[in-house]
């Protein structure tokens, strides 16, 4: 029988592509993996490693043994994280872009405390989709075909944007603020990461109201929504702000909308969850009221 330490060494040293580096991860000397390796190599009757100058490199079937032994760790991690959600199975975790944590659920989240007190709950922010199932995520609000990836998913709500500044950057000019004199202001740009649809620029703001706009103007450009509506609060120009993520500004006074035409974002936010989540305490009626606010949210940013 292969000793597991054996396959453990290989497995390392296939990932990392040296010996020192395989000691390092498994705290054991470099002579120990090697020693490892070669009696891995005398059971199974072949060459699994070849030297390269001061180099190791797999060889054609060592190639094939790693990939095989690979799944085997892999599964042992995903057995280690199922252990650990059930052992923290009275806890939720919902993991959702960091704009729509810094500027939406990150505010709501208060609502869902004050009617389950007792609910235990962590609130990820991250742009890279987790394995829901896999890592430590039962529920996930993500945009557009990125919510196709997760098994079970639904529409959450689809967001409008609206031209929205400071109070001050207007207060001194006479007369209404239309269309053409918000072009004329300097212009905050949102421009989403490659893998996004693209969000509506301020050219297709200027095509909906019937006026011209000189594209390559001054203006600054972020990749997070949420980093564009900040700018815009501290007096820094005209964001086409998400509706779903300005309410408490336009509550507060801190920005405004001085001529609402509002244009869609191209998709639809999504909710994606882990099944096992629904078996969870509070997990059922988490994700009701997710529903229900995504709901709620999609008819307070319509036009």
């Given amino acids: 029988m292969i000793a597991l ?5 290989f497995d390392a040293v296939g990932r990392l592509g040296s010996v020192t580096a395989a000691a390092g991860e498994l705290v054991v000397s470099p002579g120990a993996v090697s020693q490892h390796l070669r009696k891995l190599e005398a059971h199974l009757g072949v060459s699994l490693l070849e030297r390269r100058g001061r180099r190791i490199a797999l060889t054609a079937l060592g190639r094939l043994y790693h990939a095989e032994i690979a799944k085997g760790f892999l599964q042992f991690q995903e057995a280690e994280n199922v252990l650990s959600r ?8 919902l993991s959702a872009l960091s704009s729509v944590v810094n500027k939406w659920i990150g505010r709501r989240i208060f609502d869902w405390q004050g009617l389950h007190p007792d609910a235990q709950l962590r609130l990820l922010g991250q742009d890279a989709e987790p394995r829901l199932g896999i890592d430590e995520v039962d529920f996930r609000i993500t945009y557009g075909q990125r919510g196709s990836q997760h098994p079970h998913s639904t529409a959450l709500f689809r967001d409008w944007v609206v031209p929205a500044c400071a109070p001050a950057l207007i207060e001194a000019q006479a007369g209404p603020v239309g269309p053409a004199e918000i072009l004329r202001h300097p212009l905050l740009h949102v421009a989403w990461e490659p893998h996004f649809s693209t969000f ?3 050219r297709d703001f200027a095509r909906a109201a019937g006026v011209d706009f000189a594209e390559g103007g001054p203006g600054l450009s972020f990749t997070l929504s949420s980093s564009a509506i900040d700018a815009a609060v501290n007096k820094r120009g005209f ?3 998400q509706m779903s993520m300005i309410t408490d500004e336009l509550a507060a006074n801190t920005l405004v909308v001085p001529f609402d035409l509002r244009l869609p974002l191209p998709e639809s936010y999504f909710l994606a969850w882990d099944r096992s989540a629904l078996d969870k305490p509070h997990g059922p009626a988490f994700h009701a009221w997710l529903t229900a606010l995504g709901r709620r949210q999609g008819q307070a940013s319509a036009p």
């Fill in 5 to 9: 330490r054996a396959l453990q060494a």
């Fill in 86 to 93: 059930a052992r923290n199975g009275s806890g939720l975790t």
């Fill in 200 to 202: 509506p620029h301020w």
């Fill in 239 to 241: 964001v086409l702000a």
